[in-house]
């Protein structure tokens, strides 16, 4: 596989991404970097995850790991299939709908992007704890009993 890494772009946490049949625009929907919970543990039913990025030519791996930072425990991850570059200044995309993730406790989560086993790129969010329900706009969820 090849040695060139790639360089993120961009790199979005979402309740969801729809992709427009025909020109392949994506639509992020409900950006976000913080998750308000009234108890942990909790499950996330689902969220997505938009990379950009440019600079790679040839075959590549992608994998996307979400990592508890007090622990380094990986919660979640998606993978793709083999995908060949062939345009190293061309911009790509790469959208993960991650299901059912279980938070174990609050603090700061990360999420890895690696093209054939080399990260690069992350995206950190922070989950909060509340005694209040979360405002109107905040991702929702499913707690856990």
Known sequence: MNTVR???????????????VGTNKKSLIGIFEEITTTKVP?????LSVY????????QYVFKLE????????????GTTAPLNI????????????LK?????SVGKYEF???ANEEVFGTKTFTL?????KPPEGLPRFKEDA
């Open 128 to 132: 909060i704890e509340s005694e209040k």
């Open 42 to 46: 909790f499950r996330h039913d689902a």
């Open 100 to 104: 059912g993730l279980v938070f174990k």
């Open 66 to 77: 979400l990592v508890d930072l007090k622990t380094n425990e990986v919660i979640g991850k």
């Open 51 to 58: 990379v950009k990025f440019t600079g790679a030519i040839g």
């Open 112 to 114: 890895r992007i690696s």
């Open 86 to 97: 062939s345009e190293k200044l061309r911009s790509y995309e790469l959208v993960f709908n």
């Open 6 to 20: 790639p360089s993120k772009e961009a790199m979005l946490i979402c309740d969801s991404i729809i992709t427009e």
